[in-house]
């Protein structure tokens, strides 16, 4: 009986074993997943969509805070890849995301208020620090874009004449190869603008 109730034990620790690394692996994608700034940003949009009432008012301002960071984030890394002021960017922007967490978590509790005075006195000023973020990232944005210069009209027209030539070059080339093509076939070449040297030989 001792063995047999040992080899239990042993079985049960496995499985107990087994259960809680489960356990953990799920908690971590889960974890994973609530970070991943894609599925939060569907999670929230969808939300949105189906959400009535004055919720539905503070979702779509939560929503829209989401989009200028994101926005913001975005100017960042373009900024990280040229040639302006990197860390003044970065700095400024982590500052202006500072706030946004500030802002976010205003509007979560909003978002389970279910007091419609307080709402209708809170959801107006909340909504004027979103805007205000918003210009300041339409700010942040700007000044990588200027950073970064801009194509003048000589360059986009020498452009264009660099991928005419090109093009025509290589229309040329294929023109050449179906010519050779034909030769190799054992075809004569049939005569281009046949219309206008039967012309040419009447007058």
């Known amino acids: 009986m001792g063995v047999i109730a040992g080899i239990l034990l042993g079985f049960l620790l496995i499985a107990l074993a087994g ?4 356990v953990l692996i799920v908690r971590a994608l889960f974890r994973s997943i609530r970070r991943n700034r894609t599925v939060r940003g569907v999670a929230l949009r969808t939300r949105v969509a189906v959400t009535r009432g004055p919720q539905h ?3 779509k301002l939560r929503l829209r805070l989401a989009d200028i960071l994101e926005s913001g984030r975005a100017a960042v890394e373009v900024a990280q890849h040229g ?6 960017v970065a700095r400024l ?3 202006i995301q500072a706030e946004g967490a500030t802002v976010e978590t205003q509007l979560r509790l909003l978002q389970s208020e279910t007091d419609a005075t307080v709402l209708a006195t809170e959801v107006p000023i909340v909504r004027d620090r979103v ?3 918003e210009g300041l990232v339409r700010s942040l944005r ?5 950073g970064l210069g801009a194509p003048s009209d000589d360059t986009l027209a020498a452009l264009q004449a660099d991928v005419d030539r090109e093009v025509a070059a290589l229309h040329a080339g294929v023109q050449e190869l179906h010519t050779l093509h034909s030769f190799d076939a054992g075809q004569e070449p049939r005569p281009q603008n046949t219309t206008h040297l039967t012309r040419g030989n009447e007058s």
Do not use: D, K
């Not at 259960?19 to 489960?22: K, Q, S």
């Open 57 to 59: 008012q503070v979702l």
């Open 93 to 95: 922007f982590r500052r």
């Open 19 to 22: 259960i809680v690394t489960g």
């Open 131 to 133: 805007r205000q973020l």
């Open 142 to 146: 700007s000044a990588v874009a200027s």
């Open 83 to 88: 040639a302006g002021p990197q860390g003044e």
